[in-house]
Nanobody
Framework: QVQLVESGGGLVQPGGSLRLSCAAS????????MGWYRQAPGKERELVAH???????WYADSVKGRFTISRDNAKNTVYLQTNSLKPEDTAVYYC?????????????WGQGTRVTVSS
């Protein structure tokens, strides 16, 4: 069984920073792409950032220049450094990963970590 566990969310003032982490555990053969999504109240879940390798990253226009995604393959962990946070960044942030377990490949999701940006 594979689990993704996020951490690092919380309440922060506008302009502040948070570092989100997502660790994958279980009988993992390999991990392909990893990404962060977010869902604000009343809105659909949206992709924020994605990484396949250190040189292959993608960001939503709304977070470019403010957020940085990275991964530590030895720890099966993906990070999202969020800087210059705005109230519109308030959402539940979810980690997603494409994971190979034995002969099977599946998408896995974490339980979410809440980020609230407010003064």
């Amino acid at each position: 069984q594979v689990q993704l566990v996020e951490s690092g969310g919380g309440l922060v003032q506008p302009g502040g920073s948070l570092r989100l982490s997502c660790a994958a555990s279980g009988r993992i053969s390999s991990i392909n792409g990893m990404g962060w999504y977010r869902q604000a109240p009343g809105k659909e879940r949206e992709l924020v950032a994605h990484i396949t390798s250190p040189t292959s990253t993608w960001y939503a226009d709304s977070v470019k220049g403010r957020f940085t995604i990275s991964r530590d393959n030895a720890k099966n962990t993906v990070y999202l450094q969020t800087n210059s946070l705005k109230p519109e960044d308030t959402a539940v942030y979810y980690c997603n990963a494409g994971i190979v377990v034995g002969p099977s490949y599946s998408d896995y999701w974490g339980q979410g970590t809440r980020v609230t940006v407010s003064s």
